[in-house]
């Protein structure tokens, strides 16, 4: 079946810090990746994503890229804001399982000024 | 484009009672998603309505039931309310048949 496995947190950095948090996956199909930020009392937003190897999503100065040959999609910002204090989940969509996200289990991350 | 939005935010209920979530999906999205979101189990699939039929099942008791209307709405409901269904409930629609799916803001669902 499908899994995504992301770097355990809390993660607690400060200002201008280089962030990564890691993400690796089991698919059975050719999935698209994604990386979802949550807020403190809000909802999922979509991040960044790549739907195929080699494909690197950016975003707010986040970017990660899809990695076949090791099944990672590692997220990496050079250098982090206070604003960018949230959780941060890694996420699969899977064609050959109708599409449906799996996602991991969340990083927290906290960016002290 | 107005975005996802879901009703109420927040609920109270006791043990026991019945609740009905309800989701708006963007306008011209036809499939819509529900997710369970717990500090211990993670965010976890519930199920997916697509032109009023359910097309996808999470690995949920049967307390917890979906439909979808003509317009794409979507309710959820949870019978027989336990303590262990607190959670913040997230519903998500996206376009046919693609990968991206547009979370609204949740519904934090508290059982006393």
């Known amino acids: 079946g499908n899994s995504v496995t992301q770097m355990e947190g809390p993660v607690t950095l400060s200002e201008e810090a280089f962030l990564t948090i890691n993400c690796t996956y089991t698919a059975t199909g050719y999935p698209s990746l994604f990386w979802y930020v949550q807020y403190p009392g809000e909802g999922l937003q979509l991040l960044l994503k790549a739907t195929k190897a080699d494909d690197k999503g950016s975003n707010k100065g986040f970017e990660a890229t899809y990695r076949k040959e090791t099944t990672s999609f590692h997220l990496e910002k050079g250098s982090v804001q206070v604003s960018d204090s949230a959780v941060y989940f890694c996420?699969?969509?899977?064609?050959?399982?109708?599409?449906?996200?799996?996602f991991g289990a969340g990083t927290t991350v906290t960016v002290r000024a | 484009k107005a975005g996802v939005t879901q009703t109420p935010r927040y609920l109270i209920k006791t043990r026991g009672q019945q609740v009905t979530l309800s989701c708006s999906p963007i306008?011209?999205?036809?499939?819509v998603s529900w997710y369970q979101q717990t500090p211990g189990q993670g965010l976890q699939f519930l199920f997916e309505y697509f032109s009023e039929t359910q097309r996808n099942k999470g690995n949920f008791p049967g307390r917890f039931s979906g439909r979808q209307f003509s317009n794409s709405r979507s309710e959820m409901n949870v019978s027989t309310l336990e303590l262990g269904d607190s959670a913040l409930y997230l519903c998500?629609?996206?376009?046919?048949?693609?990968?991206?799916?547009?979370f609204g803001p949740g519904t934090r669902l508290t059982v006393l």
């Open positions: 306008s011209g999205h036809r499939s």
């Open positions: 996420a699969l969509s899977d064609p050959a399982n109708d599409y449906k996200l799996s």
């Open positions: 998500a629609s996206s376009g046919a048949r693609t990968n991206e799916q547009f």
